[in-house]
């Protein structure tokens, strides 16, 4: 089956200084992209998403980044926020249309 | 709030009793997913719809377990003979899938089961 690994399972960053956060999957026939994240005592919630015919898309304060050749995803927070703190999951839908997760990264954002 | 929702937002169970969680998905959304999520991983996949029609079951989702979507809308999980290993929050999330896009996965704010 799928695997979505993270390279760090968590991250501290000063308030305001730019986050990374990086995500590997296995499955090259993956299409489709998610970037959640995830508060306590709550689902995940949406931060942004990308197709496999894509390698980059921006949104309000992020930006994703897929590179399909090293099966890498990344998601970049600018300008980090305290309410930013959270724990993020990449997903990659795989081709029986479900949707896989990796274990996440817990982001600290230090005031 | 037209999110998705789920109740109970707890639930406390002894061993051995069935336990029914209920997913509300976004009105116009046609799919249906069902995870569970354990302390400090990522949600598994467990089951989906398509209207009322369940597409595809994990592995993990044994004979205990059993979703339904009656009709296209709301969907029940039931878990039978709950064991301690059940203990977990089940998330249920929806989506859009057809033209002219594929909307991403909604998620509600989970069923928090405890077996003793």
């Known amino acids: 089956g799928e695997s979505v690994g993270l390279h760090l399972p968590t991250l501290s960053v000063q308030e305001g200084d730019n986050s990374i956060i990086n995500c590997a999957y296995s499955?090259?026939?993956?299409?489709?992209f998610i970037w959640y994240k995830q508060e306590s005592g709550k689902g995940p919630q949406f931060i942004i998403d990308i197709r496999s015919n894509m390698d980059k898309r921006q949104g309000q304060r992020v930006t994703v980044l897929l590179n399909k050749t090293v099966k890498h995803l990344s998601l970049q927070i600018a300008a980090t926020q305290p309410g930013d703190s959270a724990v993020y999951f990449c997903a990659e839908r795989g081709s029986g249309n479900q949707f896989y997760f990796g274990t996440g990264t817990s982001l600290t954002v230090i005031p | 709030d037209t999110g998705v929702s789920q109740n109970p937002r707890h639930k406390i169970t002894k061993r051995g009793q069935n336990v029914t969680f209920r997913c509300d998905p976004i009105?116009?959304?046609?799919?249906l997913y069902w995870y569970r999520q354990t302390l400090g991983q990522g949600p598994e996949f467990l089951t989906y719809?398509?209207?009322?029609?369940?597409?595809?079951k994990s592995r993990l989702l044994s004979d205990r377990f059993s979703a339904e979507r009656p009709k296209g809308s709301f969907s029940t999980l039931e878990i039978q003979r709950t064991e301690q290993g059940d203990s977990a929050m089940y998330l249920c999330a929806s989506s859009w899938t057809g033209e002219p896009y594929n909307s991403p996965l909604h998620f509600g704010n989970g069923t928090r089961l405890t077996v003793t």
């Open positions: 499955n090259s026939a993956s299409d489709y």
């Open positions: 009105s116009e959304h046609n799919r």
């Open positions: 719809f398509q209207n009322e029609a369940q597409l595809e």
